[in-house]
Protein backbone atom coordinates (compact mmCIF):
# COMPACT_ATOMS: atom_id res chain seq x y z
CA UNK A 1 0.00 0.00 0.00
CA UNK A 2 1.63 3.41 -0.95
CA UNK A 3 1.96 5.64 2.05
CA UNK A 4 0.56 9.24 2.12
CA UNK A 5 2.97 11.56 2.77
CA UNK A 6 0.85 14.84 2.82
CA UNK A 7 -2.73 16.36 0.93
CA UNK A 8 -4.42 19.02 1.17
CA UNK A 9 -7.09 20.85 0.31
CA UNK A 10 -6.46 24.02 -1.83
CA UNK A 11 -9.38 26.26 -1.89
CA UNK A 12 -9.85 29.84 -3.89
CA UNK A 13 -9.16 32.69 -1.11
CA UNK A 14 -10.95 35.06 -3.45
CA UNK A 15 -14.09 32.66 -4.09
CA UNK A 16 -14.34 32.20 -0.29
CA UNK A 17 -14.48 35.71 1.06
CA UNK A 18 -17.60 35.72 -1.41
CA UNK A 19 -19.12 33.32 0.59
CA UNK A 20 -18.10 29.94 -1.84
CA UNK A 21 -16.14 26.79 -1.00
CA UNK A 22 -14.08 26.11 -4.50
CA UNK A 23 -11.71 23.97 -3.98
CA UNK A 24 -9.69 20.75 -4.28
CA UNK A 25 -7.63 17.57 -2.82
CA UNK A 26 -3.88 18.02 -3.65
CA UNK A 27 -1.48 14.72 -3.03
CA UNK A 28 2.02 16.24 -3.15
CA UNK A 29 4.47 15.79 -4.09
CA UNK A 30 3.03 17.52 -7.15
CA UNK A 31 4.37 18.50 -11.06
CA UNK A 32 4.43 21.97 -12.03
CA UNK A 33 2.13 21.03 -14.65
CA UNK A 34 -0.38 19.22 -12.47
CA UNK A 35 -0.22 22.58 -9.71
CA UNK A 36 -1.02 24.86 -13.04
CA UNK A 37 -3.89 22.51 -13.56
CA UNK A 38 -5.39 21.95 -10.44
CA UNK A 39 -5.62 25.85 -10.01
CA UNK A 40 -6.70 26.52 -13.36
CA UNK A 41 -10.00 24.01 -12.07
CA UNK A 42 -10.52 25.92 -9.11
CA UNK A 43 -10.73 29.81 -10.88
CA UNK A 44 -7.43 30.73 -9.74
CA UNK A 45 -6.80 33.42 -13.00
CA UNK A 46 -4.37 35.63 -11.70
CA UNK A 47 -6.40 38.73 -12.49
CA UNK A 48 -9.63 38.63 -10.21
CA UNK A 49 -8.64 35.54 -8.25
CA UNK A 50 -4.99 35.54 -7.23
CA UNK A 51 -4.70 33.86 -3.86
CA UNK A 52 -5.01 30.24 -2.22
CA UNK A 53 -5.26 28.94 1.23
CA UNK A 54 -5.48 25.37 3.04
CA UNK A 55 -8.65 24.50 4.75
CA UNK A 56 -7.50 20.67 5.25
CA UNK A 57 -4.47 18.22 5.31
CA UNK A 58 -4.55 14.82 5.69
CA UNK A 59 -0.99 12.65 5.94
CA UNK A 60 -0.21 8.88 7.06
CA UNK A 61 2.51 10.52 9.23
CA UNK A 62 1.05 10.99 13.06
CA UNK A 63 1.89 14.38 14.11
CA UNK A 64 2.70 16.69 10.50
CA UNK A 65 -0.52 17.79 9.67
CA UNK A 66 -1.23 19.50 13.35
CA UNK A 67 2.39 21.84 12.19
CA UNK A 68 0.89 23.53 8.82
CA UNK A 69 -1.08 26.47 8.90
CA UNK A 70 -3.29 27.49 6.24
CA UNK A 71 -1.54 30.07 4.71
CA UNK A 72 1.53 27.83 3.86
CA UNK A 73 3.66 28.43 0.99
CA UNK A 74 2.29 26.18 -1.90
CA UNK A 75 6.02 25.18 -3.38
CA UNK A 76 7.43 25.15 0.24
CA UNK A 77 4.26 22.25 0.96
CA UNK A 78 5.99 20.45 -2.30
CA UNK A 79 9.35 20.82 -1.21
CA UNK A 80 8.79 19.25 2.73
CA UNK A 81 6.38 16.35 0.57
CA UNK A 82 9.41 15.66 -2.09
CA UNK A 83 12.24 15.84 1.14
CA UNK A 84 9.81 13.49 2.98
CA UNK A 85 9.62 11.19 0.35
CA UNK A 86 13.15 11.35 -0.49
CA UNK A 87 14.24 10.47 3.11
CA UNK A 88 14.11 7.05 3.42
CA UNK A 89 12.29 6.58 6.98
CA UNK A 90 9.03 5.53 6.91
CA UNK A 91 5.82 6.63 8.45
CA UNK A 92 6.86 5.45 11.99
CA UNK A 93 10.36 7.10 12.06
CA UNK A 94 9.07 10.17 10.49
CA UNK A 95 6.01 10.38 13.30
CA UNK A 96 8.50 9.98 15.81
CA UNK A 97 10.69 12.64 14.49
CA UNK A 98 7.57 14.78 14.79
CA UNK A 99 6.67 13.77 18.27
CA UNK A 100 10.03 14.56 19.74
CA UNK A 101 9.19 18.47 18.57
CA UNK A 102 12.48 19.68 17.50
CA UNK A 103 12.50 21.35 14.64
CA UNK A 104 8.31 21.65 13.64
CA UNK A 105 7.68 25.20 14.36
CA UNK A 106 7.44 26.16 11.08
CA UNK A 107 7.08 24.51 7.24
CA UNK A 108 11.05 25.60 6.77
CA UNK A 109 11.82 23.58 10.37
CA UNK A 110 10.21 20.65 9.19
CA UNK A 111 12.11 20.81 5.85
CA UNK A 112 14.99 20.93 7.75
CA UNK A 113 14.10 17.72 9.50
CA UNK A 114 12.57 15.70 6.66
CA UNK A 115 16.14 16.56 4.86
CA UNK A 116 18.55 15.86 8.17
CA UNK A 117 16.58 12.38 8.79
CA UNK A 118 20.25 11.28 9.55
CA UNK A 119 20.46 13.41 12.59
CA UNK A 120 18.12 11.22 14.15
CA UNK A 121 18.08 8.07 16.35
CA UNK A 122 14.73 6.10 16.47
CA UNK A 123 14.68 2.71 17.99
CA UNK A 124 11.37 0.87 18.09
CA UNK A 125 9.37 -1.18 20.52
CA UNK A 126 11.23 0.52 23.16
CA UNK A 127 8.68 1.91 25.81
CA UNK A 128 10.86 2.83 28.94
CA UNK A 129 14.01 3.38 30.58
CA UNK A 130 14.17 -0.54 31.04
CA UNK A 131 14.14 -1.31 27.84
CA UNK A 132 16.45 0.88 26.61
CA UNK A 133 19.07 0.30 28.96
CA UNK A 134 18.82 -3.18 28.08
CA UNK A 135 18.55 -2.66 24.28
CA UNK A 136 22.02 -0.59 24.25
CA UNK A 137 23.81 -2.78 26.97
CA UNK A 138 22.47 -5.68 24.62
CA UNK A 139 24.32 -3.82 21.56
CA UNK A 140 27.72 -2.98 23.13
CA UNK A 141 27.59 -6.86 23.44
CA UNK A 142 28.69 -6.50 27.29
CA UNK A 143 26.23 -8.15 28.62
CA UNK A 144 27.06 -11.01 26.28
CA UNK A 145 30.51 -10.94 27.29
CA UNK A 146 30.17 -10.91 31.35
CA UNK A 147 27.31 -14.27 31.13
CA UNK A 148 30.33 -15.75 28.86
CA UNK A 149 33.33 -15.34 31.29
CA UNK A 150 30.66 -16.20 34.45
CA UNK A 151 31.11 -12.33 35.85
CA UNK A 152 28.90 -11.94 38.61
CA UNK A 153 27.84 -8.43 37.61
CA UNK A 154 25.67 -10.01 34.85
CA UNK A 155 23.19 -10.53 37.44
CA UNK A 156 22.86 -7.18 39.12
CA UNK A 157 22.83 -4.50 35.85
CA UNK A 158 20.09 -1.92 36.80
CA UNK A 159 18.41 -1.72 33.10
CA UNK A 160 16.54 1.05 33.68
CA UNK A 161 19.27 3.22 35.64
CA UNK A 162 21.88 2.89 32.92
CA UNK A 163 18.50 3.30 30.33
CA UNK A 164 17.72 6.75 32.25
CA UNK A 165 21.31 8.33 32.06
CA UNK A 166 21.21 7.38 28.34
CA UNK A 167 18.47 9.11 27.64
CA UNK A 168 18.99 12.28 29.82
CA UNK A 169 22.39 12.24 28.26
CA UNK A 170 20.67 12.57 24.71
CA UNK A 171 17.67 14.43 25.09
CA UNK A 172 15.64 11.50 23.98
CA UNK A 173 12.17 10.69 24.65
CA UNK A 174 9.24 7.67 24.05
CA UNK A 175 6.97 8.63 21.97
CA UNK A 176 3.38 7.28 21.99
CA UNK A 177 4.10 4.77 18.84
CA UNK A 178 6.62 2.83 21.03
CA UNK A 179 9.45 4.67 19.71
CA UNK A 180 12.32 6.14 21.44
CA UNK A 181 13.88 9.33 19.42
CA UNK A 182 16.63 11.45 20.04
CA UNK A 183 18.32 14.47 18.16
CA UNK A 184 22.16 12.98 18.12
CA UNK A 185 23.43 15.67 15.25
CA UNK A 186 22.96 19.00 14.46
CA UNK A 187 20.78 19.81 11.44
CA UNK A 188 21.82 22.58 8.78
CA UNK A 189 18.88 24.29 8.71
CA UNK A 190 16.75 26.23 6.38
CA UNK A 191 15.45 29.29 5.82
CA UNK A 192 12.99 30.82 3.20
CA UNK A 193 15.63 32.22 1.64
CA UNK A 194 17.46 29.63 1.44
CA UNK A 195 14.62 27.72 0.14
CA UNK A 196 14.01 30.11 -2.32
CA UNK A 197 17.07 30.19 -3.65
CA UNK A 198 16.83 26.28 -4.16
CA UNK A 199 13.79 26.55 -5.97
CA UNK A 200 15.21 29.78 -8.10
CA UNK A 201 17.99 27.43 -9.18
CA UNK A 202 15.70 24.76 -9.67
CA UNK A 203 17.36 22.21 -7.42
CA UNK A 204 13.93 21.66 -4.92
CA UNK A 205 11.67 22.16 -7.87
Given amino acids: ???RILSAFVTN???YTEGELVGKWVDFPITDGELKTVLQEIGIDGI???EIFFTDYESDIAGLTACLGEYESISLLNCLA???EESGCDTEELAAMIESGEYTGSIEELITLADNTDCYMVYRD???DSD??????EETGLLQEWKS???PLARYIDYEAYGRDVRLEQGGIFTEGGCYVALVDTPVEYTRA???ELYSSGLAA
Fill in 132 to 137: LGYYFI
Fill in 194 to 196: DLQ
Fill in 149 to 151: SGN
Fill in 82 to 84: MKL
Fill in 48 to 50: RYE
Fill in 13 to 15: LGK
Fill in 126 to 128: IQD
Fill in 1 to 3: MNR
